[in-house]
Structure formats: structure tokens, C-alpha cells
């Protein structure tokens, strides 16, 4: 799939180089966890929908550790977060960038874990150090290939690649639906066909910030 988004200049050279590891490590077939560090959870770190997510965080881990009164053992950011993932960490689009809707799509699971948090009981003051970790499923269903890929979007957009703003106007078989829609089914086969495993992709960032429970 990446070599169609390539030609296309969809991603660039250095997006390429990180699709090309992803494709390399579903080669393998080992569904083991696949921990990236500095490729795709750089790049959605640096993206709003990264970067509110990361505040969000922040904010509920303030919000709890008010209600529990500065006990810590009384805080579970995880299960708030797995309740309510559609709305800290939605489904990417093509807004988010063309290599996050490709390979990442959308994610599975958010975990929140206390490493180092110091709290000042008299005071009320705490220094949190958190680390975030977000799961996603790199594997295909049926509807990952069946579906619309491409919706209807405004190509004045200031967001729009140039690149996909031109495919957009050229007919049906030379937008991203074709050029993505034959890779996937591809990508279909090798794991429901060929029982290539997919695997787990963790995107781990470490938050720290400071606040005052009282």
C-alpha cells in the first residue's frame, strides 16, 4: 500500500521509510507487541488529535486526584479513558495526515500508568509522571477494504495535500479509493488467507506535569 501512496506523492520519503517497517515487521509474522518509539507516535504526538489527547490526560488525572483527595491508589485514568476513547482519542482522517489514516485508522486501547508521581499531602501539591501508552491493531477486516475510503471533501481545504486535492477531481479509478483498495485486499489475504499474523502496535509517551489537588 505504501508504494501506491508514494507514487502518488501522498507521503513522503521519510513517511515512506516508516511504512515500509511496518510492512517489514507484518512480514515477520510475529504477533508479538511492536513497540514504536520515534515513527508513528512522533508524528500523531505532533498532530492536534495527539496533542489534545495529551492534555486530556492531564486533566483527568487532575480531576481524579481531587476526588480521591491526593490517594493516589484511588486512581484509574485507564478504565476513565477505555470508557470513553471515541471522544480523548477518535478515529484518525485524512485531516490527521495520510500515513496516520493509512496505517493507523483508528486505535484499541489507551493505558495510563503512575511511574513517578510525588504528592505533598500538606500542601495539596503533586508532580506527576505518567506514561501514556495507545494500542492499535495492525491488522485488516473485511471492512477495511469494502468500505468508502475516500468521503467527500472540500478540495479548497487548507489541510488537503496538493497531491490528493488533484486525485480528487480525476476519475473514480485514479483516486485513493483505487489506490488504496487493491493493497488492503492484498493485506486481507496475507492475514485471513496466509494466516500472517497482525500484530499490536504501542505509541508510548511519557507526560509530566504539576498541579494541586486541594
Do not use: C
Not at 492534555?55 to 481524579?64: H, M, N
Request: aromatic residues 10%; neutral net charge.
Amino acid at each position: 500500500m505504501y508504494r501506491s501512496l508514494a507514487n502518488a506523492n501522498l507521503i513522503s520519503a521519510g513517511e515512506t521509510q516508516i511504512a515500509q517497517r511496518y510492512v517489514a515487521r507484518f512480514r515477520q509474522n510475529n504477533s508479538a507487541d511492536y513497540f514504536d518509539t520515534q515513527d508513528l507516535s512522533t508524528i500523531l504526538l505532533d498532530k492536534p488529535v495527539g496533542e489534545r489527547l495529551i492534555k486530556q490526560v492531564a486533566l483527568e488525572f487532575d480531576k481524579a486526584i481531587i476526588q480521591a483527595k491526593g490517594d493516589l491508589t484511588k486512581v484509574n485514568i485507564s478504565e476513565v479513558l477505555k470508557d470513553n476513547r471515541g471522544i480523548f482519542l477518535p478515529g484518525l482522517e485524512l485531516s490527521d495526515g495520510v500515513i496516520l489514516k493509512a496505517f493507523i485508522g483508528g486505535t484499541q486501547q489507551i493505558e495510563v500508568v503512575s511511574t513517578n508521581t510525588i504528592i505533598e499531602q500538606g500542601s495539596g501539591i503533586y508532580r506527576a509522571e505518567l506514561i501514556v501508552r495507545i494500542f492499535d491493531d495492525f491488522g485488516v477486516s473485511e471492512d477495511d477494504y469494502s468500505k468508502q475510503l475516500l468521503r467527500s471533501y472540500d478540495v479548497t481545504a487548507s489541510w488537503l495535500p496538493a497531491a490528493l486535492r488533484n486525485l480528487i477531481n480525476t476519475p473514480k479509478q485514479n483516486t485513493v479509493d483505487a489506490l488504496m483498495r487493491g493493497p488492503l485486499f492484498a493485506f486481507w489475504g496475507l492475514q485471513h488467507q496466509r494466516n500472517v499474523k497482525p500484530f499490536r502496535a504501542v505509541y508510548s509517551y511519557k507526560l509530566n506535569f504539576n498541579g494541586n489537588y486541594k
